[in-house]
C-alpha cells in the first residue's frame, strides 16, 4: 500500500472543504458537458434528443461504476490515478465546454433543481452513508476489496457503491450524492419527454417537485435514486424506437441488470419490465435472448467475486432465499427484513389504500421519508381514465403489491413505481384536466410543492454550508452527522494503531484507528468474538446479563462522557436524545 492510502480518516483521504466540493462540481459539469457534446455529435441511439442525451448520462455513469470495481479488485493505488482521472475530467469539460452551459428557462421548477444540485454538495451525515456506503469504499482502499466478516453491512455493497469508492479515489465524499443528483435530472427531463409527447403543460413537475423523499436522497450515498431513474427510462424505452433493434434490447438488458446488482430490491421491477420486454418482442425472442446473455456477462464478476467472499452469489440472496451460508449473516439479514423503520405492518384497509400510507406522514419530522400525495392520483386514473387497460397500471400494481408483502415495507422501495406511475398521469392529464377533483388535486400538489422548496431551501444552510470550509465542514458534522462526535472522542483517547470496537458506534467511515464492527462482536457468547482482540472497547449502558459478565471480566474503565445523537434533520431532533459511552481497556484480547 502507498504512503497515500496511510490516511486513515475521511476526512484526510479526500480533500479538504471546499476543494472536496469543487472536485464534485467538477465531476458533474464534465459528465453533464461531454454527454451534451456526444449528443450533438450525431451520436444517435434514438430519434428523440432528450432520451439519447439520458441514455449517454446512464451510460457513462454505469461505465464508471464497473471500472471501478475492476480497478478496486486488480490495482486499487490512488495517488497516480488521482490526477489522472481529475486532468481526464478538465479535459473533458474544455473539450465540451459552451457558453450555453444549460438550456433551461429559469421558473419554479429549475430553481427547485438547483436548489437539489446545491444539496448534493453538502457532507454525507446520515448513518447508512458513514457506515458501509462510505465505510467500505474507504476500508477498500485503506486494506484492499477483501471481505469483512465481521462487518455484515459491507457484505451488501452493490455495483452502485463502486462510484462512492471512485469518488474517494479522486478526493471527494460528495460523488454518490452527484449521481443521486444525476438521477435527478434524468427523472426531470423524462418528465420534460412525457411532456412533449402528451402535449401537456408544466404542472405535470408538480408531481416530482411534491415528493419530499427526493430530500433525503440527494443528501445520501445511497445508490438508489439514479437505478430508480434507469428504471423509469427503461420502462419508457419500451416504447420507444431504436435506429437498431439489437442495440435496444442490449441496452435494456444491461440497465436491468444493473439495478437488480445495484440493490436487490430493484429484482421485482426488474423482472416485471423484462417478462413485458418478451411479450412486446414475440417474434423477435432469438435477439432478445442474446442480447440478454450478453447483458449477463455483467454479473459474473460480482458473482464470482461474492462466491469466493462470502459463499454467496448476491449477499443476501442466497441467505436469505436458501438459509444458506454463515448463520450468524442469515440471522443478520432476517432482522434487517423485519425492521419496519417506523412502519407497521398493513391492515386490509390499509393495503387496498397504500399509496395513502406512503404519502402522508403521522409527523413533520418524518416528511422528508414520504413519497408525494401524487400517488394517490392512481385513484382518479384508475376509476375515471379507466387506466386499467394499460400496461404502465399492471406494472404500478403488481409491482406495488409485491412490494408490500414484503417484511420490510417503507416509501422509498416504492419510488420506481410511483415514477412510472407518471407515463399514466402524462397519458391521461389532458382529459383529467376536466375532472374538479383533479384540479384541486393539484393545488393540493403545489402546497406541498412550496412547502418542500422551503424545506429544501433552509436545508442548505443547514448542510450545504459545510462545503464551504472545513471550519463549516466540522460545524455541519458536529450537528448532523450520525456518530460524529462520539467518533472523534474515540479518536482522540485511544492509540492511531489501536484496534476499537463499540456498540454504539455504526458510522464505520469516522473511524480513523483499526476497527471490529459491532454487528458480529455483541453476539452472543460474546467470549467467542474475542479472536478480533479488541484493544478498546466503547460501551452505552447496557443491562444485558452477558454483556455485563464481559464487562466485569475484561474490562477496565478509562473515560466517561455524555453525547447528544446527532440528526440530519432537524426536525428530528430532541433535546432527550443523549446517552452516556463509557471508554474500556480491554484485558481479555
Known amino acids: 500500500m502507498d504512503n497515500f492510502t496511510n490516511y486513515l480518516t475521511l476526512e484526510n483521504i479526500t480533500f479538504s472543504q471546499p476543494l472536496d466540493t469543487l472536485v464534485s462540481i467538477l465531476f458533474f459539469f464534465s459528465i453533464y458537458m461531454f454527454s451534451e457534446k456526444i449528443c450533438k455529435k450525431n451520436f444517435l441511439l434514438t430519434e428523440n434528443k432528450i432520451i439519447n442525451k439520458n441514455l449517454v448520462i446512464i451510460i457513462i455513469i454505469i461505465f464508471i461504476s464497473y471500472l471501478s470495481f475492476f480497478y478496486s479488485i486488480l490495482y486499487n493505488k490512488i495517488y497516480i490515478v488521482r490526477y489522472l482521472i481529475l486532468f481526464i475530467l478538465i479535459i473533458c469539460l474544455l473539450y465540451s465546454f459552451e457558453k450555453k452551459l444549460f438550456n433551461l428557462k429559469f421558473n419554479f421548477f429549475t430553481i427547485f433543481l438547483i436548489i437539489y444540485f446545491l444539496l448534493s454538495l453538502s457532507p454525507p451525515t446520515d448513518a447508512d452513508s458513514l457506515d458501509y456506503h462510505l465505510g467500505y469504499p474507504l476500508e477498500i482502499l485503506r486494506n484492499g476489496n477483501f471481505p469483512r466478516y465481521d462487518w455484515f453491512h459491507s457484505w451488501l455493497i452493490g455495483i452502485g457503491d463502486y462510484v462512492n469508492y471512485f469518488g474517494l479515489l479522486i478526493g471527494s465524499k460528495n460523488i454518490g450524492q452527484m449521481i443521486n443528483f444525476f438521477g435527478l435530472l434524468i427523472i426531470y427531463n423524462n418528465f420534460k419527454f412525457l411532456k412533449d409527447k402528451f402535449k401537456i403543460n408544466n404542472q405535470i413537475f408538480l408531481f416530482l417537485f411534491s415528493t419530499p423523499l427526493l430530500i433525503w436522497f440527494i443528501t445520501s450515498q445511497k445508490p438508489q435514486l439514479f437505478p430508480a431513474a434507469v428504471i423509469f427510462t427503461s420502462f419508457i424505452l419500451l416504447d420507444i424506437n431504436f435506429r437498431n433493434i439489437y442495440l435496444k434490447f442490449l441496452i435494456i438488458t444491461i440497465f436491468l441488470i444493473y439495478v437488480f446488482l445495484s440493490k436487490i430490491s430493484f429484482m421485482f421491477s426488474m423482472v416485471v419490465i423484462y417478462l413485458y420486454l418478451i411479450f412486446l418482442n414475440k417474434n423477435s425472442l432469438g435477439k432478445l435472448f442474446l442480447c440478454s446473455l450478453i447483458a449477463l456477462l455483467f454479473t459474473l464478476p460480482i458473482f464470482l467475486k461474492n462466491y469466493l467472499s462470502y459463499s454467496d452469489l448476491y449477499p443476501p440472496l442466497m441467505a436469505t432465499i436458501l438459509g444458506i451460508g454463515d448463520i450468524e449473516f442469515i440471522n443478520f439479514s432476517e432482522g434487517l427484513a423485519r425492521d419496519k423503520a417506523s412502519f407497521k405492518n398493513l391492515g386490509i384497509f390499509q393495503t387496498i389504500f397504500f399509496p395513502l400510507f406512503l404519502s402522508i406522514p403521522q409527523k413533520i419530522s418524518n416528511m422528508s421519508i414520504f413519497l408525494s400525495i401524487g400517488f394517490n392520483i392512481f385513484f382518479i386514473i384508475a376509476f375515471m381514465a379507466k387506466a386499467y387497460k394499460t400496461k404502465e397500471f399492471w406494472f404500478v400494481l403488481i409491482v406495488a403489491f409485491i412490494i408490500l408483502y414484503l417484511p420490510n415495507y417503507q416509501p422509498r422501495y416504492f419510488l420506481e413505481v410511483y415514477l412510472v406511475l407518471i407515463i399514466l398521469v402524462a397519458k391521461y392529464f389532458n382529459k383529467l ?69 463499540s456498540n454504539i458506534v455504526r458510522s464505520h467511515a469516522l473511524y480513523q484507528n483499526n476497527f471490529v464492527s459491532r454487528e458480529r462482536f455483541f453476539l452472543k457468547p460474546i467470549e467467542n468474538s474475542l479472536k478480533y482482540k479488541p484493544e478498546y472497547v466503547v460501551l452505552n449502558q447496557e443491562k444485558d446479563k452477558s454483556l455485563l459478565e464481559f464487562k466485569k471480566k475484561c474490562l477496565t474503565k478509562i473515560k466517561q462522557k455524555l453525547f447528544f445523537i446527532e440528526k440530519r434533520n432537524f426536525l428530528s431532533r430532541r433535546v432527550d436524545n443523549k446517552f452516556k459511552a463509557t471508554l474500556y481497556l480491554n484485558k481479555c484480547k
Open 433 to 501: 384536466n376536466n375532472n374538479i377533483l383533479f384540479k384541486y388535486f393539484k393545488y393540493i400538489l403545489l402546497v406541498q410543492s412550496v412547502i418542500i422548496f422551503f424545506f429544501s431551501l433552509l436545508s442548505i444552510f443547514t448542510l450545504t454550508i459545510g462545503s464551504i470550509s472545513p471550519s463549516y465542514y466540522k460545524l455541519v458534522m458536529t450537528k448532523n452527522a450520525y456518530n460524529y462526535n462520539i467518533t472523534r472522542w474515540i479518536n482522540n483517547n485511544i492509540p492511531k494503531n489501536a484496534t476499537v470496537v
